[in-house]
């Protein structure tokens, strides 16, 4: 079983759509989670962290279920330029080091 | 600026030759990190180093080398005993200031073996 699992998509969805992706890690000692956003050919970069109590950044809300072992990131009202893959990703203990799910392909159309 | 900075952006490489992946940062980051991509694949950890003059082995090590000297440098080599080399390979740096330990890429280099 990888440590941390999602569906690779692709999800096409049309402009103005809300759409959600699920990622499940298998250690429960993790410590942080993160959603990076990765556009073809180009390297991830931080689209948020996310926290216990779930957070918003805009059309952007992530949530975390320790029970469970699952997070989830929903976008509203998606956008043209919402089109990438993005990597749901979790901390370790105290090395740092991230475990990186192979991410999740959207395709928002016209 | 500040940012992390990779070289180059594409290498092509013949079998049996090394080559060597350049990372700088001006963030004053301590710790950095190589991680590799293949098509469809989540990132996976090459080499990790906490602090200068020292690095550990992260989860796919074999045929890479690295070194950590100096604070802003985390060079990585790729030696002709990585039986599949072709990849993106990405450098990164860990902010001290985030709780979470948040990483930072830099744009990446795209080593093909011919």
């Known amino acids: 079983r990888k440590e941390v699992e999602q569906d690779p998509g692709p999800f096409n969805v049309p402009e103005g759509a809300t759409v959600a992706f699920n990622c499940t890690y298998s250690?429960?000692?993790?410590?942080?989670f993160f959603w990076y956003r990765q556009d073809c050919r180009k390297e991830p970069k931080l689209l948020m962290s996310v926290y216990s109590s779930g957070n918003e950044d805009g059309r952007f809300t992530a949530q975390l279920n320790r029970a469970s072992q699952y997070i989830s990131l929903l976008i509203r009202d998606s956008k043209l330029s919402d089109s990438a893959t993005y990597l749901c990703?979790?901390?370790?203990?105290?090395?740092?080091?991230?475990?990186f799910g192979q991410g999740t392909t959207l395709q928002v159309k016209p | 600026d500040g940012g992390i900075t990779q070289s180059p952006k594409y290498l092509f490489r013949k079998e049996g030759q090394n080559v060597t992946l350049s990372c700088e940062q001006n963030l004053n980051h301590d710790a950095m990190y190589w991680y590799r991509q293949d098509p469809g694949q989540g990132l996976r950890l090459i080499y990790y180093s906490q602090i200068v003059n020292d690095f550990q082995k992260g989860d796919i090590a074999e045929g890479y080398s690295v070194s950590r000297e100096k604070k802003e440098s985390f060079p990585l080599t790729v030696t002709s005993a990585q039986k599949n080399p072709t990849a993106f390979y990405l450098c990164?740096?860990?902010?001290?200031?985030?709780?979470?330990?948040?990483?930072?890429f830099g744009p990446g280099t795209r080593l093909t073996v011919l």
């Open positions: 990164a740096s860990r902010d001290p200031g985030s709780p979470q330990g948040t990483q930072y």
């Open positions: 990703v979790v901390k370790g203990q105290n090395t740092g080091k991230l475990i």
């Open positions: 250690n429960s000692a993790s410590q942080s």
